[in-house]
Nanobody
Framework: QVQLVESGGGLVQPGESLRLSCEAS????????MAWYRQAPGAPDTERDF??????????IYGDAVKGRFTISRVYGKNTITLQMDNLKPEDTGVYLC?????????WGQGTQVTVSS
């Protein structure tokens, strides 16, 4: 069974930083691609904003709202990604979910809460 586990969320003030991690362990395969999405407070599961995506051998892709502030990385040889979030803004608040794909299948984690507030 594939299980994605996110960590690193918390409460920070505007302008501060957080680093999120997503890990799937004990797998015998490597995901094709991994990504982060944000679900805003009160939004349904069908409304998740794209944050960033990474795929081996390709340049990472970022949503317009986070370009220049967030950096996605993948740990070499592992099904683990991180999201370095700098200069956080109140509109970045939400649950950050990890998504991974493999041969047409999509997997989601449970998410980690990020709150940006003064």
């Amino acid at each position: 069974q594939v299980q994605l586990v996110e960590s690193g969320g918390g409460l920070v003030q505007p302008g501060e930083s957080l680093r999120l991690s997503c890990e799937a362990s004990r797998l015998t395969f490597s995901f094709d691609g991994m990504a982060w999405y944000r679900q805003a407070p009160g939004a349904p599961d069908t409304e998740r904003d794209f944050v960033a995506h990474i795929r081996s051998g390709e340049t990472p892709i970022y949503g317009d709202a986070v370009k220049g502030r967030f950096t996605i990385s993948r740990v070499y040889g592992k099904n683990t990604i991180t999201l370095q979030m700098d200069n956080l803004k109140p509109e970045d608040t939400g649950v950050y979910l990890c998504e991974a794909t493999f041969q047409g299948y999509t997997y989601w984690g449970q998410g980690t809460q990020v709150t940006v507030s003064s």
